[in-house]
Protein backbone atom coordinates (compact mmCIF):
# COMPACT_ATOMS: atom_id res chain seq x y z
CA UNK A 1 0.00 0.00 0.00
CA UNK A 2 2.82 2.35 0.54
CA UNK A 3 4.48 1.75 -2.54
CA UNK A 4 1.25 2.91 -4.47
CA UNK A 5 0.88 5.61 -2.13
CA UNK A 6 4.44 6.91 -3.48
CA UNK A 7 3.53 6.02 -6.99
CA UNK A 8 0.69 8.34 -7.12
CA UNK A 9 2.13 11.31 -5.22
CA UNK A 10 5.45 11.25 -7.68
CA UNK A 11 3.16 11.24 -10.42
CA UNK A 12 0.90 13.86 -9.45
CA UNK A 13 3.87 15.83 -8.62
CA UNK A 14 5.82 15.42 -11.68
CA UNK A 15 2.70 15.77 -14.23
CA UNK A 16 1.62 19.09 -12.31
CA UNK A 17 5.20 20.25 -12.82
CA UNK A 18 5.40 19.62 -16.87
CA UNK A 19 1.81 21.02 -17.34
CA UNK A 20 2.74 24.12 -15.33
CA UNK A 21 6.12 24.43 -17.34
CA UNK A 22 3.90 24.02 -20.65
CA UNK A 23 1.10 26.29 -19.96
CA UNK A 24 -0.20 30.10 -19.45
CA UNK A 25 -3.48 31.96 -19.22
CA UNK A 26 -4.94 34.37 -21.26
CA UNK A 27 -7.15 36.93 -19.54
CA UNK A 28 -7.33 40.58 -20.48
CA UNK A 29 -8.68 41.04 -16.86
CA UNK A 30 -5.69 39.94 -15.74
CA UNK A 31 -3.67 43.33 -17.19
CA UNK A 32 -5.59 45.15 -13.56
CA UNK A 33 -4.15 44.67 -9.60
CA UNK A 34 -2.44 41.99 -8.73
CA UNK A 35 -4.10 39.92 -11.82
CA UNK A 36 -6.01 36.86 -12.39
CA UNK A 37 -6.24 35.50 -8.38
CA UNK A 38 -6.24 32.29 -7.60
CA UNK A 39 -8.46 30.99 -4.87
CA UNK A 40 -5.56 31.09 -2.88
CA UNK A 41 -7.52 29.53 0.71
CA UNK A 42 -9.04 25.93 -1.46
CA UNK A 43 -8.24 23.11 -1.94
CA UNK A 44 -9.92 20.54 -3.94
CA UNK A 45 -12.56 19.61 -1.39
CA UNK A 46 -13.47 23.24 -0.71
CA UNK A 47 -13.77 23.86 -4.82
CA UNK A 48 -16.41 21.10 -5.36
CA UNK A 49 -18.17 22.35 -2.86
CA UNK A 50 -18.26 26.24 -4.52
CA UNK A 51 -15.55 27.42 -2.51
CA UNK A 52 -17.19 26.76 1.09
CA UNK A 53 -14.52 26.41 4.25
CA UNK A 54 -14.48 29.03 6.68
CA UNK A 55 -16.46 26.95 8.68
CA UNK A 56 -15.24 23.56 7.88
CA UNK A 57 -13.10 21.28 9.89
CA UNK A 58 -11.92 17.84 9.58
CA UNK A 59 -8.91 15.42 11.06
CA UNK A 60 -8.11 14.22 7.87
CA UNK A 61 -7.85 16.77 5.64
CA UNK A 62 -6.08 19.95 5.71
CA UNK A 63 -8.42 23.01 5.12
CA UNK A 64 -6.87 26.33 4.54
CA UNK A 65 -9.56 28.63 4.08
CA UNK A 66 -9.24 28.76 7.94
CA UNK A 67 -6.20 28.62 9.75
CA UNK A 68 -8.14 27.73 12.78
CA UNK A 69 -8.80 24.30 11.32
CA UNK A 70 -5.90 22.72 11.62
CA UNK A 71 -6.63 22.81 15.80
CA UNK A 72 -9.30 19.69 14.45
CA UNK A 73 -6.09 17.97 12.77
CA UNK A 74 -5.65 14.01 14.04
CA UNK A 75 -2.88 14.21 17.14
CA UNK A 76 -0.89 11.27 16.03
CA UNK A 77 -0.82 11.67 12.36
CA UNK A 78 1.05 13.32 9.64
CA UNK A 79 -1.02 14.34 6.96
CA UNK A 80 0.95 15.37 3.33
CA UNK A 81 -1.50 16.75 0.48
CA UNK A 82 -1.36 18.20 -3.38
CA UNK A 83 -3.33 19.32 -5.77
CA UNK A 84 -2.85 20.49 -9.71
CA UNK A 85 -5.94 22.12 -11.18
CA UNK A 86 -6.75 22.85 -14.91
CA UNK A 87 -8.87 25.32 -16.66
CA UNK A 88 -10.51 25.71 -20.21
CA UNK A 89 -11.55 29.04 -20.98
CA UNK A 90 -13.72 30.61 -24.08
CA UNK A 91 -13.23 34.22 -24.48
CA UNK A 92 -16.08 36.11 -26.19
CA UNK A 93 -17.06 39.49 -27.30
CA UNK A 94 -19.68 40.35 -29.69
CA UNK A 95 -17.58 39.78 -32.88
CA UNK A 96 -14.87 37.39 -31.43
CA UNK A 97 -13.98 34.07 -29.84
CA UNK A 98 -10.98 32.54 -28.63
CA UNK A 99 -10.26 29.37 -26.35
CA UNK A 100 -7.36 29.21 -24.03
CA UNK A 101 -6.17 26.49 -21.40
CA UNK A 102 -4.34 26.98 -18.35
CA UNK A 103 -2.82 24.47 -15.59
CA UNK A 104 -1.17 24.62 -12.98
CA UNK A 105 0.32 22.87 -8.90
CA UNK A 106 -2.36 24.44 -6.73
CA UNK A 107 -0.81 22.98 -3.63
CA UNK A 108 1.65 21.28 -1.64
CA UNK A 109 0.50 21.02 1.83
CA UNK A 110 1.62 18.88 5.10
CA UNK A 111 0.31 18.67 8.77
CA UNK A 112 1.26 17.54 12.06
CA UNK A 113 0.44 17.96 15.50
CA UNK A 114 3.02 19.86 18.36
CA UNK A 115 1.25 18.89 21.32
CA UNK A 116 -2.19 18.21 22.47
CA UNK A 117 -3.62 21.60 21.73
CA UNK A 118 -0.95 23.04 18.80
CA UNK A 119 -1.08 21.76 15.39
CA UNK A 120 0.63 22.96 12.67
CA UNK A 121 0.84 23.29 8.95
CA UNK A 122 3.27 24.47 5.88
CA UNK A 123 1.94 24.71 2.46
CA UNK A 124 3.03 26.19 -0.91
CA UNK A 125 0.18 27.69 -3.44
CA UNK A 126 -0.30 30.41 -6.31
CA UNK A 127 -2.04 33.22 -5.51
CA UNK A 128 -1.87 35.57 -8.34
CA UNK A 129 -1.33 35.34 -12.14
CA UNK A 130 -0.69 37.72 -14.78
CA UNK A 131 -1.22 36.59 -18.52
CA UNK A 132 -2.67 38.60 -21.53
CA UNK A 133 -1.80 39.70 -24.77
CA UNK A 134 -4.13 42.40 -26.67
CA UNK A 135 -4.23 44.53 -29.50
CA UNK A 136 -6.52 47.91 -30.11
CA UNK A 137 -6.58 49.03 -33.47
CA UNK A 138 -7.59 52.17 -33.85
CA UNK A 139 -8.78 53.76 -37.33
CA UNK A 140 -7.45 57.41 -38.13
CA UNK A 141 -8.76 59.12 -41.27
CA UNK A 142 -6.14 60.71 -43.92
CA UNK A 143 -3.18 59.26 -41.13
CA UNK A 144 -2.07 55.72 -40.27
CA UNK A 145 -3.86 53.27 -38.27
CA UNK A 146 -2.90 53.12 -34.28
CA UNK A 147 -2.51 50.03 -32.42
CA UNK A 148 -2.10 49.91 -28.68
CA UNK A 149 -0.62 46.71 -27.69
CA UNK A 150 -0.49 45.32 -24.03
CA UNK A 151 0.91 42.44 -22.78
CA UNK A 152 1.73 40.70 -19.41
CA UNK A 153 2.88 37.94 -17.65
CA UNK A 154 4.40 36.45 -14.31
CA UNK A 155 2.73 36.23 -10.79
CA UNK A 156 2.99 35.75 -6.83
CA UNK A 157 3.39 32.68 -4.87
CA UNK A 158 2.46 32.14 -1.37
CA UNK A 159 4.19 29.68 1.12
CA UNK A 160 2.86 29.91 4.76
CA UNK A 161 3.24 28.20 8.09
CA UNK A 162 0.09 27.77 9.58
CA UNK A 163 -0.26 27.12 12.90
CA UNK A 164 -4.09 25.88 14.77
CA UNK A 165 -4.95 26.18 18.64
CA UNK A 166 -7.52 24.11 20.62
CA UNK A 167 -8.28 26.58 22.94
CA UNK A 168 -11.40 25.22 24.74
CA UNK A 169 -13.17 21.74 23.50
CA UNK A 170 -15.16 23.65 21.52
CA UNK A 171 -13.55 26.38 20.84
CA UNK A 172 -10.04 26.71 17.93
CA UNK A 173 -7.84 29.46 16.88
CA UNK A 174 -5.22 30.02 13.69
CA UNK A 175 -2.71 32.20 12.37
CA UNK A 176 -1.20 31.50 8.90
CA UNK A 177 2.60 33.53 8.53
CA UNK A 178 2.56 33.77 4.82
CA UNK A 179 5.57 34.80 2.77
CA UNK A 180 4.09 36.62 -0.37
CA UNK A 181 7.05 36.53 -3.46
CA UNK A 182 6.86 37.20 -7.10
CA UNK A 183 7.63 38.61 -10.20
CA UNK A 184 4.86 40.61 -12.56
CA UNK A 185 5.88 42.19 -16.14
CA UNK A 186 4.06 44.44 -18.12
CA UNK A 187 4.67 45.94 -21.45
CA UNK A 188 2.54 48.66 -23.31
CA UNK A 189 3.56 49.95 -26.74
CA UNK A 190 1.76 52.04 -29.26
CA UNK A 191 2.98 51.89 -33.04
CA UNK A 192 1.51 52.78 -36.74
CA UNK A 193 1.58 49.89 -39.08
CA UNK A 194 0.86 51.92 -41.92
CA UNK A 195 4.31 54.45 -41.79
CA UNK A 196 7.75 53.56 -41.49
CA UNK A 197 8.23 56.64 -40.62
CA UNK A 198 6.53 57.48 -37.31
CA UNK A 199 8.37 55.91 -34.43
CA UNK A 200 6.57 53.87 -32.11
CA UNK A 201 6.14 54.06 -27.55
CA UNK A 202 7.03 50.67 -25.78
CA UNK A 203 6.60 51.34 -21.93
CA UNK A 204 8.02 47.88 -19.78
CA UNK A 205 7.19 48.02 -16.51
CA UNK A 206 8.94 44.84 -14.16
CA UNK A 207 7.77 44.90 -10.28
CA UNK A 208 9.37 42.40 -7.98
CA UNK A 209 7.53 41.46 -4.27
CA UNK A 210 8.74 39.86 -1.71
CA UNK A 211 7.02 40.24 2.04
CA UNK A 212 4.70 38.88 4.60
CA UNK A 213 1.36 38.74 5.32
CA UNK A 214 -0.56 37.09 8.04
CA UNK A 215 -4.45 35.68 7.96
CA UNK A 216 -6.04 34.63 11.26
CA UNK A 217 -9.34 32.89 11.86
CA UNK A 218 -11.12 31.46 14.81
CA UNK A 219 -14.17 28.26 14.74
CA UNK A 220 -16.75 27.01 17.21
CA UNK A 221 -18.43 24.47 17.69
CA UNK A 222 -22.15 23.47 19.35
CA UNK A 223 -24.08 20.76 19.48
CA UNK A 224 -28.03 20.78 18.09
CA UNK A 225 -28.25 17.12 18.89
CA UNK A 226 -26.45 14.26 19.17
CA UNK A 227 -25.09 13.67 15.59
CA UNK A 228 -25.57 16.65 14.62
CA UNK A 229 -22.91 19.54 15.15
CA UNK A 230 -22.70 23.21 13.75
CA UNK A 231 -19.67 25.39 13.29
CA UNK A 232 -19.57 29.28 13.10
CA UNK A 233 -16.22 30.57 11.66
CA UNK A 234 -14.64 33.87 11.55
CA UNK A 235 -11.08 34.71 9.27
CA UNK A 236 -9.56 37.88 8.93
CA UNK A 237 -6.65 39.53 7.46
CA UNK A 238 -5.34 43.05 8.41
CA UNK A 239 -4.15 45.91 5.29
CA UNK A 240 -0.19 45.11 4.98
CA UNK A 241 2.33 47.58 2.43
CA UNK A 242 4.31 44.75 0.68
CA UNK A 243 7.79 45.67 0.17
CA UNK A 244 8.56 45.71 -3.78
CA UNK A 245 10.24 46.86 -6.15
CA UNK A 246 9.87 48.15 -9.96
CA UNK A 247 11.88 48.84 -12.85
CA UNK A 248 10.61 51.14 -15.62
CA UNK A 249 11.70 51.54 -19.05
CA UNK A 250 10.22 53.70 -21.37
CA UNK A 251 11.55 54.11 -25.30
CA UNK A 252 11.17 54.98 -28.62
CA UNK A 253 11.33 52.14 -31.26
CA UNK A 254 10.70 51.23 -34.72
CA UNK A 255 9.72 47.65 -35.35
CA UNK A 256 9.17 44.91 -32.69
CA UNK A 257 5.76 43.72 -33.92
CA UNK A 258 4.15 41.50 -36.28
CA UNK A 259 7.41 39.18 -35.40
CA UNK A 260 9.86 42.12 -36.90
CA UNK A 261 13.08 42.70 -34.56
CA UNK A 262 12.42 45.61 -32.55
CA UNK A 263 15.15 49.04 -32.86
CA UNK A 264 15.61 50.90 -29.88
CA UNK A 265 15.74 54.70 -31.38
CA UNK A 266 15.82 56.35 -28.15
CA UNK A 267 15.57 56.04 -23.91
CA UNK A 268 12.89 58.26 -22.94
CA UNK A 269 12.91 57.36 -19.04
CA UNK A 270 14.87 53.88 -17.36
CA UNK A 271 14.16 53.83 -13.26
CA UNK A 272 16.15 50.19 -12.00
CA UNK A 273 15.16 48.73 -8.80
CA UNK A 274 12.92 51.59 -7.23
CA UNK A 275 11.97 50.59 -3.96
CA UNK A 276 8.27 50.88 -2.69
CA UNK A 277 5.38 49.60 -1.54
CA UNK A 278 2.31 47.57 -2.66
CA UNK A 279 -0.85 48.23 -0.17
CA UNK A 280 -2.34 45.11 -0.35
CA UNK A 281 -6.29 45.45 1.21
CA UNK A 282 -7.93 43.57 4.15
CA UNK A 283 -10.94 41.17 4.42
CA UNK A 284 -13.12 39.36 6.62
CA UNK A 285 -15.32 36.15 5.67
CA UNK A 286 -17.61 34.59 8.35
CA UNK A 287 -18.91 31.02 7.60
CA UNK A 288 -21.70 28.59 8.68
CA UNK A 289 -21.37 24.65 8.67
CA UNK A 290 -23.90 22.15 9.93
CA UNK A 291 -23.04 18.42 9.64
CA UNK A 292 -24.38 14.89 10.64
CA UNK A 293 -21.01 13.05 11.96
CA UNK A 294 -19.40 11.33 9.01
CA UNK A 295 -22.53 11.18 6.42
CA UNK A 296 -23.18 15.36 5.38
CA UNK A 297 -22.70 18.69 5.51
CA UNK A 298 -23.78 21.84 4.40
CA UNK A 299 -22.73 25.22 5.18
CA UNK A 300 -22.46 29.14 3.63
CA UNK A 301 -19.37 31.28 3.21
CA UNK A 302 -19.57 35.26 2.89
CA UNK A 303 -16.18 36.96 2.39
CA UNK A 304 -15.30 40.53 1.52
CA UNK A 305 -12.27 42.68 1.17
CA UNK A 306 -11.30 46.38 0.27
CA UNK A 307 -9.90 46.34 -2.69
CA UNK A 308 -10.34 50.35 -2.55
CA UNK A 309 -7.28 50.48 -0.46
CA UNK A 310 -5.04 48.72 -3.31
CA UNK A 311 -2.18 51.32 -4.47
CA UNK A 312 0.86 50.50 -6.52
CA UNK A 313 4.09 52.73 -5.29
CA UNK A 314 1.13 54.96 -4.03
CA UNK A 315 -0.78 55.13 -7.03
CA UNK A 316 -4.10 54.03 -7.17
CA UNK A 317 -5.79 51.01 -9.35
CA UNK A 318 -9.42 52.12 -9.50
CA UNK A 319 -10.33 48.83 -8.16
CA UNK A 320 -13.91 48.64 -6.35
CA UNK A 321 -14.42 46.49 -3.38
CA UNK A 322 -14.79 42.42 -3.55
CA UNK A 323 -16.88 40.38 -2.51
CA UNK A 324 -18.01 36.16 -2.57
CA UNK A 325 -21.21 33.97 -1.25
CA UNK A 326 -20.64 30.30 -1.68
CA UNK A 327 -22.89 27.99 -0.58
CA UNK A 328 -22.20 24.09 -0.73
CA UNK A 329 -22.33 20.44 1.01
CA UNK A 330 -21.36 17.34 0.92
CA UNK A 331 -22.66 13.63 1.35
CA UNK A 332 -21.49 9.97 2.59
CA UNK A 333 -24.29 7.17 1.80
CA UNK A 334 -21.68 5.03 4.53
CA UNK A 335 -18.57 5.38 5.60
CA UNK A 336 -16.63 2.09 6.63
CA UNK A 337 -14.05 -0.40 4.59
CA UNK A 338 -17.16 -3.05 4.13
CA UNK A 339 -19.14 -0.84 2.28
CA UNK A 340 -19.32 -1.43 -1.19
CA UNK A 341 -17.24 1.62 -3.35
CA UNK A 342 -20.39 3.83 -4.28
CA UNK A 343 -21.48 4.12 -0.94
CA UNK A 344 -17.73 5.07 0.28
CA UNK A 345 -17.52 7.92 -2.39
CA UNK A 346 -18.27 11.23 -0.92
CA UNK A 347 -20.13 13.38 -3.13
CA UNK A 348 -19.58 17.07 -3.08
CA UNK A 349 -21.84 20.08 -4.88
CA UNK A 350 -21.85 23.70 -4.12
CA UNK A 351 -22.17 26.92 -6.17
CA UNK A 352 -20.81 30.64 -5.56
CA UNK A 353 -21.20 34.04 -6.73
CA UNK A 354 -18.36 36.29 -6.66
CA UNK A 355 -18.51 40.64 -7.50
CA UNK A 356 -14.53 41.24 -8.37
CA UNK A 357 -12.65 44.24 -7.81
CA UNK A 358 -12.89 45.19 -11.35
CA UNK A 359 -15.58 47.86 -12.41
CA UNK A 360 -15.64 48.89 -16.36
CA UNK A 361 -18.99 51.69 -17.64
CA UNK A 362 -19.57 51.06 -14.36
CA UNK A 363 -20.78 47.22 -14.63
CA UNK A 364 -19.06 45.35 -11.76
CA UNK A 365 -16.70 41.92 -13.88
CA UNK A 366 -18.78 39.35 -11.58
CA UNK A 367 -17.59 35.80 -11.24
CA UNK A 368 -20.06 32.83 -10.63
CA UNK A 369 -19.39 29.25 -10.92
CA UNK A 370 -21.53 25.79 -10.60
CA UNK A 371 -19.46 23.08 -8.77
CA UNK A 372 -19.26 19.44 -8.34
CA UNK A 373 -16.85 16.38 -7.25
CA UNK A 374 -16.08 13.08 -5.54
CA UNK A 375 -13.85 11.93 -2.87
CA UNK A 376 -12.48 8.12 -3.42
CA UNK A 377 -10.84 6.46 -0.43
CA UNK A 378 -8.41 4.02 -0.50
CA UNK A 379 -9.87 0.57 0.79
CA UNK A 380 -7.76 -0.55 4.32
CA UNK A 381 -6.02 3.04 3.97
CA UNK A 382 -6.47 6.61 4.87
CA UNK A 383 -4.94 8.08 1.81
CA UNK A 384 -7.89 9.58 -0.63
CA UNK A 385 -8.35 11.04 -3.95
CA UNK A 386 -10.38 13.70 -4.69
CA UNK A 387 -11.80 14.87 -7.94
CA UNK A 388 -13.75 18.25 -8.63
CA UNK A 389 -15.14 20.27 -11.54
CA UNK A 390 -16.36 23.64 -11.75
CA UNK A 391 -18.72 24.94 -14.85
CA UNK A 392 -18.98 29.11 -14.76
CA UNK A 393 -19.04 32.34 -16.10
CA UNK A 394 -16.44 35.97 -15.58
CA UNK A 395 -17.30 39.71 -17.08
CA UNK A 396 -19.94 40.75 -20.00
CA UNK A 397 -20.51 41.21 -23.37
CA UNK A 398 -22.28 44.69 -22.68
CA UNK A 399 -20.07 47.67 -24.02
CA UNK A 400 -17.95 45.50 -26.16
CA UNK A 401 -16.01 43.99 -22.63
CA UNK A 402 -14.85 40.40 -22.63
CA UNK A 403 -17.16 37.08 -21.05
CA UNK A 404 -15.01 34.35 -20.34
CA UNK A 405 -16.60 30.63 -19.82
CA UNK A 406 -14.67 28.71 -18.00
CA UNK A 407 -14.75 24.81 -17.26
CA UNK A 408 -12.01 24.16 -14.30
CA UNK A 409 -10.73 20.52 -13.26
CA UNK A 410 -8.79 20.00 -9.93
CA UNK A 411 -7.17 16.67 -8.50
CA UNK A 412 -6.15 16.41 -5.11
CA UNK A 413 -4.61 13.45 -2.78
CA UNK A 414 -4.08 13.69 0.75
CA UNK A 415 -1.86 11.13 2.09
CA UNK A 416 -2.07 10.34 6.69
CA UNK A 417 0.29 8.17 8.21
CA UNK A 418 0.37 7.66 11.75
CA UNK A 419 3.38 10.14 13.47
CA UNK A 420 3.75 8.23 16.73
CA UNK A 421 3.77 4.51 16.75
CA UNK A 422 4.82 2.13 19.17
CA UNK A 423 5.74 -0.73 18.20
CA UNK A 424 4.93 -3.84 20.25
CA UNK A 425 7.29 -7.15 20.63
CA UNK A 426 5.68 -10.84 21.05
Known amino acids: MKKNKIFILLFIIAASANIQAQT ?13 LYNANQNTISKSMGGLGIAIHNPTAFNPSNPASYGSLDSASFLFEVGVNASFTNLKTTTLSENGYDATLSYIFAGFPINRWWRSGIGIMPFSKIGYNVEVKVEVEDFSDVVHSFTGDGGLNRVFWGNGFNITKNFRAGVDITYLFGQTSRSSMIYYPDSVYIFGTKVEESIHVGDFIFDYGIQYDFNINDRTQATIGLIYANKINLNSKISYLSKTVSGGYNNEIEYVKDTIEYRPEEKGTITYPGKFGIGLAIRNG ?52 TYRAGARYKQSYLKFYGKPINDFGISFGFG ?28 ENFFNLSLGVSIQENWFQKRKYR
Open 24 to 36: GINSPYSRYGLGK
Open 294 to 345: DNWLIGADFEYQKWDEFTTFGIKDSLSNSWRVAFGGKFTPKHTNISSLFKRI
Open 376 to 403: FPLKNSKTGIDLGMEIGRRGTMDNNLIQ
